[in-house]
């Protein structure tokens, strides 16, 4: 019995250390992916169309393109919570001068009607025009639940419920790259654009990482105390029969 006590409480604190670094290391990779936000916020910009692996290689660096939005055919992201308020982010395509293929453009965020039929008003001309932003992906749920499809929906605009950029390009019929762009703050034609990594933060992670560690110590402590009590009681009881004899 006591050897399958030993084998559960190692298997345990090894289970919270092993836990804890990899908290450690996850804060790790998070503050290099928001260095590499905070780099793109005020690094210099590309001038064309970035194709291939971009969220891999060039994910949260700037774009300056030149083009024209098409406000005709323009996707709403249902669900997207800002201040407490439930709203939708405005995604507008945006074809770069001499490219045959779309970029989306998220404009931002804006409030939705307290009768939810009622989309709001989010027209941009299409005139020439230049824009930068920084490389993103699509934001996604933490689960991602199978909705039914949406029936007649044939006007413009559409809101839609986390699509992916396939599911995208299928509504919007047009050929589109894999990653959209946050329009920058001070850029005009935008909503609410308060841009930050959508993910949990270093320090939330050392958090975590804190937590696990704690538990380790915390079950190292507990079963310290009672060896060292089950050792003492035991010494108490030998020398209690000892004086007996």
Not at 36 to 46: Q, T, Y
Not at 122 to 135: A, L, P
Not at 208 to 237: C, D, E, G, N, P
Request: charged share 25%; net charge negative; glycine share 10%.
């Amino acid at each position: 019995m006591r050897a399958i006590l030993t084998v559960l409480f190692l298997a345990l604190v090894g289970t919270f250390l092993g836990l804890g670094f990899w908290q450690l290391d996850r804060a790790e990779q998070k503050r290099e992916l928001f260095g590499a936000f905070d780099a793109g916020s005020g690094g210099s910009a590309a001038t064309a169309l970035i194709e291939g692996d971009a969220l891999t290689e060039h994910r949260y660096e700037r774009l300056r393109l030149q083009g024209r939005f098409l406000t005709s055919r323009q996707i709403l992201l249902d669900w997207v919570t800002h201040a407490g308020r439930v709203g939708y982010q405005v995604l507008t395509p945006f074809r770069p001068a001499g490219s045959e293929r779309w970029i989306v453009v998220n404009r931002g965020w804006i409030a939705a009607a307290p009768d939810r039929g009622e989309l709001p008003a989010i027209d941009v001309g299409e005139g020439d025009r230049t824009i930068t932003g920084q490389i993103d992906a699509l934001p996604r749920p933490g689960l991602r639940l199978d909705v039914p499809e949406e029936q007649g929906m044939e006007s413009w605009p559409r809101a839609l419920l986390f699509p992916t950029f396939d599911e995208l390009e299928a509504e919007i019929e047009l050929p589109l790259v894999d990653y959209q762009l946050l329009l920058a703050a001070d850029q005009p034609d935008g909503f609410i654009r308060e841009w930050q990594p959508r993910s949990i933060t270093p320090e939330r992670h050392q958090g975590y990482a804190l937590q696990w560690f704690s538990l380790a110590a915390a079950l190292v402590a507990i079963t310290s105390i009672v060896t060292v009590r089950s050792v003492l009681r035991a010494k108490r009881a030998r020398a209690g029969r000892g004086s007996g004899s």
